[in-house]
């Protein structure tokens, strides 16, 4: 019987599995940590269909539920827009209101 002593495992190849046995793993402990963050935040996943979803970085949208009054005076009482800002806006809204004819809710 012939038996093979070969050379073995180089010092590259060690580096090389040690290099994606860590990356795996850490791949694995994120994915985890955030669905056990979302878990425990109560915010939805990112899988959450519908209108329930809220407003969130991950989202890149604006808030969801309410009229244009109520976010343009969030914006203002965040300091985004100044007085004149919002009483110029303000108006347009009124106005647009009132020719489309539509009533707040």
């Known amino acids: 019987m012939v038996w093979y002593w070969g050379t073995g495992i180089h010092g590259w190849a060690w580096g090389l599995g040690i290099f994606t ?10 994915a985890i940590a955030a669905l056990v ?10 899988a959450t269909p519908g209108p329930e979803r809220q407003d969130g970085p991950w989202l890149g949208q604006g808030p969801w539920p309410g009229d244009a009054e ?11 827009i100044d007085a004149r800002e919002y009483r110029e806006r ?3 809204l009124r106005a647009h209101r009132s020719t489309t004819g539509t009533s707040q809710p």
Do not use: D, K, N, Y
């Open 70 to 80: 109520e976010i343009l005076s969030r914006r203002f009482a965040a300091g985004e």
């Open 90 to 92: 303000l108006e347009v």
């Open 37 to 46: 963050g979302w878990a425990r935040q109560g915010r939805p996943g990112p």
């Open 21 to 30: 046995s860590v990356i795996f793993w850490g791949l694995i402990i994120w």
